[in-house]
């Protein structure tokens, strides 16, 4: 167990700014970022004690939260903001989520760069569309 991630203060001022920059280059509004951004910190802090650092990183452990509260997200509100189909929005999510936790810029756009060249059309023009 990380006593850190049983600290509140912890886990805002380490993540929420990161979190809510998920979030919203997701295409999710900013309201609802925020919405998604205080329930993921919530759950990270009220499960702090179920993170085992043998089996990843910290951060990888509150990504994974945040990654399934947005999947639950859409799951209740039906929305395919920028996702066609459970492949697509699969990748996208994996692929992003790398990215957020790569610290090299070059290396966050190249893997960037792979995730979209593995995309179908029309969910590649529609990512590359967004991002132009």
Avoid at 30 to 46: F, M, R
Avoid at 65 to 93: G, S, V
Wanted: contains cysteine; negative net charge; hydrophobic residues 35%.
């Amino acid at each position: 167990m990380n006593s850190s991630l049983g600290n509140a203060e912890y886990i805002y001022i380490n993540y929420y700014n990161r979190l809510k920059y998920f979030f919203q280059k997701s295409g999710i509004s900013p309201e609802t970022a925020e919405e998604l951004n205080q329930d993921t910190i919530v759950k990270v802090y009220s499960n702090h004690d179920k993170y085992q650092e043998t089996l990843g990183k910290e951060s990888s452990w509150i990504y994974a939260i945040a990654r399934n509260e947005m999947i639950n997200y859409f799951r209740k509100t039906k929305k395919e903001e920028l996702y066609i189909d459970n492949q697509a929005n699969e990748l996208i999510f994996n692929s992003y989520s790398k990215v957020l936790l790569e610290e090299d810029k070059d290396e966050t756009l190249n893997a960037l760069r792979t995730a979209i060249k593995e995309l179908k059309e029309p969910e590649k023009s529609i990512i590359l569309l967004h991002c132009i």
